[in-house]
């Protein structure tokens, strides 16, 4: 079976900590006091317990490495539980559609890709294929190679996968990542009109909001999930109602606490008759700390930051004279007049699988024929995929490779400012989550200082309160720069000088 599609079925013996439910037949998963840590000190879940009904879409929020593809990999029982519980209705098959291809299933066809979905051999394949293939609008022939797909064609791969075995439940990690419009569209239609249980992690508010009707919030600080009827924004204004609500009772009880204090210290000062009276005000004074909540802590935002750019840029950094695109799965030359300077940023536009990122990657790399790069250039590339970071590095080895020499506390305060902070620093690459890496790869633009920025679809994975602050960065960045991103909202926020349709 493929590590990243579980078929749960409750019959077979693996399950040890799923159980199954009977005599519910409204609720169809239940955590029940679910701990889980990885590794030792590393607490993910605390007894966390809720539950999901079924055919319900519900969206799954937290911040970057709370924990949200962890709390997936529990259900699909790839990892176990340390503790608690959990149930799924008996019978009901799970199936994921995961945050990234792992790597050793990039080298797989397609026909292999799908076929490890399953745990025996399916003979009638190939029109199992074609049919979720149809659903998530890819033309995908069965012998193509997997890392021969964009972005945007692997997030459709994924979602089809996740397809191919009519699941009951369906869970989708960040399934907008890589999408243009036209995918992310066609996936909410399809969710929209889906009898299954979804459960969705995204940070992309609006597709959440049209489809799901309940949130899981997943809280870095606590552990807990917390539940809540309504959409990603009734969510977010609940949590804010809640802070000040809390913060508004403690400030009311800390001013009834010094009153009383005082009026202590006036009453111990009057003698013995009046001891007593002071006790019982010490006694109340008690029960007020007492009732004082714990606020709910807000998810942290990364520091407004700035990428330097390398000293000494002139001149046109960059000129493009043609580029190759890729057309019916065939590629060709298009003819382009592009000058990039110090100071200038470049979008480039089109739909996905016409070649953008092995644009970008050819460019990075000095094998585009119709780009010459000045002399000297410092190329910051933030990848798609994060395969320029070594994965087998720990942050802190990530950082310090890109400095000239050196520098403990430039390394941990830029890492820190991304929120990589404490033992993080000293975890592999590959250990991190998802948007952690890309936070990561911000890190090392920072201490880079490049003279070319080349950006690939630089909001995937990232948690949406960071987004605002990376787009002021890069509206910000004085040398030379290409984005490609299908987010309009995000790129509406950056100063694009020039932009290059493909299409
Ligand atoms: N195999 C592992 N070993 C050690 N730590 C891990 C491992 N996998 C994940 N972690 C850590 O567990 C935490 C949760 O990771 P997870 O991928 O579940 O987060 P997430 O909420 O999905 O984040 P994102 O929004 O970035 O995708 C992170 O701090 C991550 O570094
Ligand atoms: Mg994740």
């Given at each position: 079976m493929g590590k990243f599609f579980a078929t749960v079925s409750f019959l077979c013996s693996f399950c040890y900590a799923l159980?199954?439910?009977?005599?519910?037949?409204?609720?169809?998963?239940?955590?029940?006091?679910?701990?889980?840590?990885?590794?030792?000190?590393?607490?993910?879940?605390?007894?966390?317990?809720?539950?999901?009904?079924?055919?319900?879409?519900?969206?799954?929020?937290?911040?970057?490495?709370?924990?949200?593809?962890?709390?997936?990999?529990?259900?699909?029982?790839?990892?176990?539980?340390?503790?608690?519980?959990?149930?799924?209705t008996r019978g009901a098959s799970i199936a994921i559609a995961r945050q990234v291809i792992p790597r050793d299933e990039l080298e797989?066809?397609?026909?292999?890709?799908?076929?490890?979905?399953?745990?025996?051999?399916?003979?009638?394949?190939?029109?199992?294929?074609?049919?979720?293939?149809?659903?998530?609008?890819?033309?995908?022939?069965?012998?193509?190679?997997?890392?021969?797909?964009?972005?945007?064609?692997?997030?459709?791969?994924?979602?089809?996968?996740?397809?191919?075995?009519?699941?009951?439940?369906?869970?989708?990690?960040?399934?907008?990542?890589?999408?243009d419009k036209a995918g992310i569209q066609h996936l909410t239609e399809f969710l929209i009109a889906s009898q299954k249980t979804c459960i969705v992690i995204s940070h992309d508010a609006d597709f959440l909001n049209a489809f799901t009707d309940g949130v899981l919030y997943l809280d870095i600080h606590t552990h807990v999930v917390?539940?809540?009827?309504?959409?990603?924004?009734?969510?977010?204004?609940?949590?804010?109602?809640?802070?000040?609500?809390?913060?508004?009772?403690?400030?009311?009880?800390?001013?009834?606490?010094?009153?009383?204090?005082?009026?202590?210290?006036f009453f111990?000062?009057?003698?013995?008759?009046?001891?007593?009276?002071?006790?019982?005000?010490?006694?109340?004074?008690?029960?007020?700390?007492?009732?004082?909540?714990d606020v709910r802590r807000e998810d942290k935002t990364i520091r407004p930051f700035v990428i330097p750019v390398q000293d000494g840029l002139g001149g046109d950094v960059l000129t493009l004279s043609s580029v190759r695109i890729i057309h019916d799965h065939k590629p060709k030359n298009k003819s382009v007049k592009v000058a990039l300077r110090k100071n200038k940023h470049l979008l480039l536009a089109g739909p996905n699988g016409i070649g953008k990122s092995t644009?970008?990657?050819?460019?990075?790399?000095?094998?585009?024929?119709?780009?010459?790069?000045?002399?000297?250039?410092?190329?910051?590339?933030?990848?798609?995929?994060?395969?320029?970071?070594?994965?087998?590095?720990?942050?802190?080895?990530?950082?310090?490779?890109?400095?000239?020499?050196?520098d403990e506390e430039k390394i941990r305060s830029t890492a820190a400012s991304f929120l990589i902070s404490g033992a993080l620093i000293y975890t592999k690459i590959g250990n991190l989550s998802e948007g952690q890496k890309g936070l990561?790869?911000?890190a090392r633009l920072v201490l880079e200082r490049p003279g070319l920025l080349i950006l690939d679809e630089p909001t995937n994975h990232i948690n949406f309160r960071h987004i605002p602050v990376i787009a002021k960065a890069l509206d910000q960045y004085e040398g030379a720069m290409i984005l490609v991103s299908h987010v309009p909202d995000f790129v509406k926020h950056i100063r694009i000088d020039e932009t290059l349709e493909l299409g």
């Open positions: 159980t199954t439910m009977a005599g519910n037949n409204d609720v169809i998963i239940r955590f029940e006091e679910v701990s889980f840590e990885h590794g030792h000190n590393k607490p993910i879940l605390k007894e966390v317990s809720f539950s999901v009904r079924t055919g319900s879409k519900v969206t799954v929020m937290g911040q970057n490495g709370a924990g949200k593809s962890t709390l997936f990999s529990l259900l699909t029982g790839e990892r176990k539980p340390d503790d608690g519980k959990i149930h799924v797989l066809t397609v026909r292999a890709f799908f076929e490890c979905r399953f745990k025996e051999k399916v003979y009638d394949i190939e029109p199992k294929i074609a049919k979720v293939l149809e659903v998530v609008h890819l033309n995908a022939p069965l012998d193509r190679i997997v890392r021969s797909f964009s972005g945007g064609q692997q997030a459709r791969l994924l979602l089809a996968a996740a397809l191919i075995a009519e699941p009951d439940i369906l869970l989708l990690d960040e399934p907008t990542n890589n999408l917390e539940q809540y009827a309504g959409n990603y924004f009734d969510v977010l204004r609940d949590i804010t109602a809640r802070v000040e609500r809390e913060n508004r009772k403690n400030a009311q009880l800390a001013k009834s606490i010094q009153e009383n204090k005082d009026k202590v210290n111990a000062q009057k003698g013995s008759k009046m001891r007593l009276v002071a006790k019982r005000m010490r006694d109340k004074i008690e029960e007020m700390e007492e009732e004082k909540v644009l970008l990657e050819s460019i990075a790399r000095g094998t585009c024929e119709g780009a010459t790069l000045a002399k000297g250039v410092t190329i910051g590339y933030y990848r798609q995929d994060f395969s320029t970071l070594n994965f087998d590095h720990t942050v802190y080895d990530e950082l310090k490779a890109v400095l000239p020499r050196e990561v790869a911000f």
